[in-house]
């Protein structure tokens, strides 16, 4: 039993984390309907820039991560003008491509800058740990858990009172109805690339913190499609709650099921599992809307 | 495009005829002598890149018929290459089978397994489909892992040379001619399954799917032959794969080669078999480059350079393409060949 709670708590955690990563994916694509494969990557360069500031430059969390946030504001409004405007209208193919070459141009960005090393910077984030009964929650998720509430609670705060939020909304809604009352569709693509970026990279500290930075962090940007497609491509709500039982139902396939198994990994495929019964008998995920249809 | 001048279609048979006119025959036999005579006077190296370029044809041709033609996008390519290489694999060196025998069994069993991830496709479009066939992509490779007994896992399997009568394949040059063979036949039925009622429904499907479902296009079966089809070719690709190594392992089927299959495609130009060779051509050569250029970089900027620009230049080279040339090589190449041909009207070409 103890077992089973603490595959869940580091689930929970984890999940949270899935999350925070998923929103930004669901925000990219509420807006400006770009299926952003290289959600991945910003966590990536995320992990690469937390060690880069907290490391050689020595910089205080507070600050290395408020630097780590302004390189990703300037990184999404680069990516957004660069390459995904000359696309709007263009068929999904294109756009789903676009975003997998950015991918692997961030990726060999990231080869470049920092040689693809492992960089470790785990007793640089502050410690706390907690102990609930015989479960010891340990201290990364612990800050994963709370850094990713407060960044969701901000998000939701954007969303819901401010005028940008209210116009993203709006663009998620109705492209033509935005553009016909005077709200620039451009801006609001931009800011949600921006957010799409910050998020990522905070993730990407968040997860450099617990497991060190390297090229496979960009992996988790396939767990977060398993997330958004379970929680529904067009629910930020709906992604939370997915990525916590993604992250949970992981942890205990994983911890049960990989002593069984011959060749483990069990974790690295079971998000696509999901992804394949999702697909198959619910396509619009947990939350999302049902795209109707009739002939 | 217009028709060459003195080329008039006097009967239904030459309107249809899949070479127009005796430059175009011309043309096509020239480059399949020179074809025939490339191991005469190239390099090892250049066989070696000829015969991938050969081997990637023939899936890059299944995938236009699936994603370029039907419309049913697919970034699992390489992991129905990897159900051909494996089933002909384990048939040749486990069960002793002929080569020639293993072939179309490794190419049925990657179009089976077509339709069975392409049982999604039903319900889903767009991008809902690409995360299908990702997840295809890593299962498939999941369960070649895990049947450790019959594949190998992770360890891989040695197969053996393929034999055809009493010839041995052993040497380059021989399997250079045999992936040669295999390229022409693909890119002949590749060309001529889009001309057929199927291939027009899966047109049908792409450009507007709901639209061929009121015309009496059944999206059931024609979906799922497109899938068929498609890793089909991959299949067989994967088994001429396997052997040309004579080793089946997972790495040569990585994720990112599902992607890049579909970057040829881009940069050849969806929706036309002239473009999957163009695409395959296109990016096998900007690989020698970026193998060439390397070390260059490599001494002189920094080592990761090398390794920097080896992740980075498909994906560059696809996004010049996405935004400047978003109809891909053959697109340019039929510009080309109008401008000549109306020279010196070519203001007429005009689209």
Redesign the interface.
Known sequence: MTFFLQLIVTGLAQGMVYALIAIGFVIILKCSEV?NIAQGHFVLIGGYLGWTFLVPLGLPIWAALLAAIAVAIIMGLLIERL?LR??VG?P???V???T??????L???A??LW??EYKAYHGLLPTLTMKVGAISIPSESLIGLIVSVICVAILMFIFRYTKIGLAMRATAEDLQVVQSIGIKATTVYAVSWVIACVVGVIGGILLGGVSGANMDLSNIG?KA?AVV?LGG?NSIGGAIVAGIILGMLENVAAGYLDPI???G?LA??FP??V??IV??FR?HGLFGLARI?R? | MGLRTGTFHENYAEDMATVQSRLQWGTLAALLAFLCACPLFSSDRMLTILTTMGIAVISVHGLSILTGYCGQISIGHSGFMAVGGYTSAVLCAKLGWPFWAALPCAALAAGIAGLIFGLPSLKIKGFYLIMATIAAQFIIIWIIIQLRSITGGTDGLLVPRPMIGSILLSSKTNFYYLVLGFVVLATITAHNIVRTRAGRAFIAIRDNDLAAEVMGVSLWTYKLQAFFIGCVYAGLAGSLLVHYVSFASIEQFPFMDSVWYLGMLIVGGMGSTAGAIFGVVALKLLDELVTIAGPILAAAVAPQAAASLAIMSHGLVIIIFLIFEPRGLHHRWEMIKAYFRLWPFSHEVSE
């Open positions: 299926f390459m000359p696309l263009q999904v193919l294109a789903v491509m676009m997998i070459a950015l991918s692997t141009v990726g060999g960005l080869t470049l040689g693809a396939l499609f497609l491509v198994l011959p060749g990994g690295q495929v696509f599992f992804m394949i697909l198959v396509p249809e002939v």
